[in-house]
């Protein structure tokens, strides 16, 4: 199957990577809690992600809680030179599973500690602040405060680079007062796209973005006209909403998650898709419609 070096890499930071990587959140238990159904199926997937190129996984200890950074760390440590692991903080879990804002200096401390002791790891690729106003999307609201406490964490070396996540462009304009932002990883796909200003602005800056539910989350999505270009492509609809997303501009950086090892090849390979100025115009007005 094709490398995911053929669809060219791009800079988080220091670090250079694949622009088709893998997000581990699917492998956590029903809901993004708890343990898989199968542990071993779920080793499988992070070790063939390994195997097939990736050098880019998403990950967060708030999910599960704690179970994606284990599986990863039983799967792949010590971990291959050129591997960058990206995780999140900024949330925790409750007993029934909710998602529940944690912004305090103490609540980020403990999250940085929790994914460096569950990913066996000394210092934090990169950390993305979770901006949890409301965990259905972005809401205004000053992240100075925590960004701050990154900030000092970073200068005490638990961390090397700082993103962020589910912000608004005035939430990047004020945390780049802060902090060096990285890279942003915002909901983003073929048919949710609040941020097309976002993305070209960040491209402009050399700055990474970083779509989560790229192919509709917990809603995946659908569409005849989809199919229909897949049907013409020889492709699957997913692939082809993936290769969207990687023609959309340079700076962003797939993030696919599964717990399927034939699901991560099939999303690999979407590198290797070639989409017409036809297909793209195509596949734009499906945003219109939606």
Same mark, same amino acid.
């Given at each position: ?34 343990p ?19 050098? =880019? ?44 804002p ?10 940085v ?49 700082i ?27 073929l048919? =949710? ?10 491209a ?31 492709a ?10 990687? =023609? ?12 399927s ?19 793209m ?10």
């Amino acid at each position: 199957m094709p490398h995911p070096s053929i669809s060219g890499s791009y800079r988080i930071g220091t670090h250079t990577v694949r622009r088709v990587g893998y997000g581990a959140m699917q492998l956590a238990g029903p809901g993004v809690f708890g343990p898989p159904k199968d542990r071993q199926a779920a080793l499988a997937v992070l070790r063939a992600a390994i195997e097939q190129g990736v050098d =880019h996984i998403d990950t967060s200890d708030i999910y599960g809680p704690h179970v994606t950074n284990q599986l990863i760390r039983e799967a792949l440590h010590p971990y291959r030179d050129g591997l960058v692991i990206a995780t999140k903080v900024g949330a925790v879990r409750g007993p029934n599973g909710s998602w529940e804002p944690a912004f305090s200096p103490a609540d980020l401390e403990r999250s940085v500690h929790d994914n460096l002791r569950n990913l066996g790891l000394d210092v934090l690729d990169v950390v993305n602040f979770r901006a949890m106003f409301s965990a259905e999307g972005p809401v205004e609201g000053s992240i100075e405060a925590p960004l701050t406490a990154l900030a000092e964490f970073q200068r005490r070396g638990l961390i090397r680079h700082i993103g962020l996540s589910n912000v608004t462009p005035a939430q990047v304009a004020e945390g780049r007062k802060v902090a060096e932002i990285v890279c942003v990883q915002n909901h983003y796909n073929l048919t =949710h796209r609040r941020d097309d200003a976002l993305i070209d602005q960040l491209a402009a800056t050399g700055t990474a973005y970083v779509p989560f539910f790229p192919l509709g989350g917990f809603t995946p999505l659908q569409s005849s006209t989809l199919n229909d270009v897949a049907t013409r492509l020889g492709a699957t609809p997913m692939q082809v909403a993936l290769a969207w997303l990687l =023609h959309r501009s340079p700076n962003v950086l797939l993030i696919p998650g599964t717990s399927s090892v034939k699901h991560l090849r099939e999303n690999l390979a979407s590198a290797a898709l070639t989409l017409g100025a036809e297909d793209m115009d195509t596949l734009n007005r499906l945003a219109e419609r939606a």
